[in-house]
């Protein structure tokens, strides 16, 4: 019996060891499938790696787009690109090449870029008649694209493309629409209110680097993801690099940098969305000096400049700021020498209160041309050496960076009465002083006086023409009194 038993426990185990291999078998096959279905996207694999879709001869390229990439919009982007190069000889006729191109990550509805030459493009003859996208060589190459796309991009249903061209040295764009229930069909123009389109606006990416040098309004920007509406309302507010930035910022914009922002905006949003109509903006805080008017909403409108569109300027916006009032100083405008001089000469001291900035700059360089000139007339004379140097400021973190010399070191000859108001002026004139003076930030006009640096520099030589020669004049004299008098006021 034990010997029986022994045998039945053999075969049982023989028995269960056959399933289990087979059974592990049949795992072993299952995961082996199921991994092979389990496609690795675009996203998924190193960036060096390239993934190639053939169709029709013509072969597009997708590469993973990481954050170091200019292009980098999240950690699912990539870019595909393709175009209708088919023979590679040098001597084949360039001006013939399409190229598409997607950057992004996957959505239901995706846009793809393309730009040729509408010139010299020799294979585009019937689409130059008929302005239609249909009529674009571009099947072959769309269809590659399609290819790649729907691999990678499981809920894709739409794609628009708008192709960048330049005619006769003037930009335009041609759009068109494909679907996924028509078969991928090329149709002409494209539908903005579509509820899968999304755009994107972020002005502060756009600016020059002029913009950001030069006055405090490099830090106001729109940010914006979502869907076309014909009058959207888009947010204007300050963006910031760091947590430092944000701490030490001051809130001393004001209305034209709010302006030049929102037209920035409407510009972006208009080439995205050519139905919209109007744009209302929200402002993150009121500018100096301005009201919101009894019972208007507090905001901005863009409107575009019909008057432009019909002289052929496109993309032109104008902002209208009635919803605003405003209640700072309303007086003479200052923007140079001549008119501080004027206002001393008639002691109408009201306007240089306003414009204390602008006074103060005039009084350093007013007491240099008089104690260079009229050193003679000073009761306690006293000389200071100046080193200049390069320097920019931060208005919003307050740090000051100092560079190379500039030129070499000047003295000044001084009464000893007015050194500490003229060490005091010194230290607040600058870039910043004279980028606020010059480019508008004492009031709500622009007072473009180009390079503000050579601009103070024509200012002095002409202060200095008035001072040569004329010293003991009573007009000087009475200037140079009155100036004291005030600048006695200011700290």
């Known amino acids: 019996m034990k010997d029986q038993a022994t045998n039945i426990n053999k075969n049982y185990f023989a028995f269960n060891r056959n399933i289990f291999i087979q059974f592990f078998f049949f795992l072993s096959i299952f995961y082996s499938v199921t991994a092979q279905s389990q496609k690795e996207k675009i996203w998924e694999i190193p960036s060096n790696t390239l993934l190639n879709y053939e169709e029709q001869g013509f072969k597009a390229v997708f590469q993973k787009i990481t954050k170091y990439h200019s292009g980098y919009k999240g950690p699912k982007g990539f870019s595909a690109k393709v175009n209708n190069i088919v023979d590679t000889s040098p001597t084949r006729n360039s001006s013939n090449d399409i190229f598409l191109e997607f950057q992004g990550a996957c959505a239901k509805q995706l846009v793809l870029k393309g730009?040729?030459?509408?010139?010299?493009?020799?294979?585009?003859?019937?689409?130059?008649?008929?302005?239609?996208?249909?009529?674009?060589?571009?099947?072959?190459?769309?269809?590659?694209?399609?290819?790649?796309?729907?691999?990678?991009?499981?809920?894709?249903?739409?794609?628009?493309?708008?192709?960048?061209?330049?005619?006769?040295?003037?930009?335009?764009?041609?759009?068109?629409?494909?679907?996924?229930?028509?078969?991928?069909?090329?149709?002409?123009?494209?539908?903005?209110?579509?509820?899968?389109?999304?755009?994107?606006?972020?002005?502060?990416?756009?600016?020059?680097?002029?913009?950001?040098?030069?006055?405090?309004?490099?830090?106001?920007?729109?940010?914006?993801?979502?869907?076309?509406?014909?009058?959207?309302?888009?947010?204007?507010?300050?963006?910031?690099?760091?947590?430092?930035?944000?701490?030490?910022?001051?809130?001393?914009?004001?209305?034209?940098?709010?302006?030049?922002?929102?037209?920035?905006?409407?510009?972006?949003?208009?080439?995205?969305?050519?139905?919209?109509?109007?744009?209302?903006?929200?402002?993150?805080?009121?500018?100096?000096?301005?009201?919101?008017?009894?019972?208007?909403?507090?905001?901005?409108?863009?409107?575009?400049?019909?008057?432009?569109?019909?002289?052929?300027?496109?993309?032109?916006?104008?902002?209208?700021?009635?919803?605003?009032?405003?209640?700072?100083?309303?007086?003479?405008?200052?923007?140079?020498?001549?008119?501080?001089?004027?206002?001393l000469e008639k002691k109408d001291l009201e306007p240089l209160k306003h414009y204390d900035r602008l006074f103060k700059m005039f009084y350093v360089d007013f007491l240099i041309m008089y104690g260079e000139n009229c050193k003679e007339l000073l009761a306690n004379t006293v000389s200071i050496t100046t080193t200049t140097f390069e320097q920019s400021y931060d208005p919003n973190t307050g740090i000051k960076h100092t560079g190379p010399q500039i030129g070499a070191p000047t003295t000044v000859f001084i009464d000893n009465k007015y050194l500490n108001i003229y060490k005091n002026f010194d230290r607040q004139k600058g870039l910043t002083v004279m980028s606020e003076i010059f480019f508008g930030h004492q009031n709500q006009n622009v007072l473009g006086a180009g390079d503000a640096v050579l601009y103070r520099l024509k200012a002095i030589q002409n202060l200095e023409k008035e001072v040569l020669g004329n010293c003991n004049s009573p007009r000087i004299q009475g200037i140079y009194k009155t100036m004291q008098e005030l600048a006695a006021t200011m700290k």
């Open 115 to 343: 730009t040729f030459d509408y010139n010299r493009n020799t294979s585009i003859d019937k689409f130059k008649q008929s302005k239609n996208t249909e009529d674009l060589p571009i099947r072959g190459v769309l269809s590659t694209l399609i290819k790649g796309l729907e691999d990678q991009c499981d809920e894709l249903e739409s794609i628009i493309i708008k192709l960048h061209v330049r005619q006769d040295g003037k930009p335009q764009m041609y759009t068109g629409t494909l679907k996924k229930v028509n078969n991928w069909e090329l149709q002409n123009g494209f539908n903005s209110i579509d509820e899968n389109y999304k755009i994107s606006i972020n002005t502060d990416s756009s600016k020059s680097k002029y913009q950001k040098d030069f006055g405090t309004n490099q830090l106001l920007a729109v940010n914006y993801n979502g869907s076309c509406e014909a009058k959207p309302t888009l947010h204007i507010a300050p963006v910031f690099a760091d947590s430092e930035s944000k701490r030490y910022y001051k809130r001393i914009e004001d209305m034209a940098a709010y302006n030049l922002v929102a037209r920035r905006a409407a510009q972006q949003y208009a080439k995205q969305c050519p139905e919209v109509e109007q744009i209302n903006f929200t402002l993150d805080y009121l500018p100096p000096n301005y009201k919101c008017r009894d019972g208007q909403d507090c905001t901005l409108k863009a409107i575009k400049d019909i008057r432009a569109s019909r002289r052929g300027i496109a993309d032109m916006w104008r902002v209208n700021e009635s919803n605003f009032r405003y209640t700072g100083y309303q007086g003479p405008i200052l923007s140079t020498y001549n008119d501080v001089l004027h206002h």
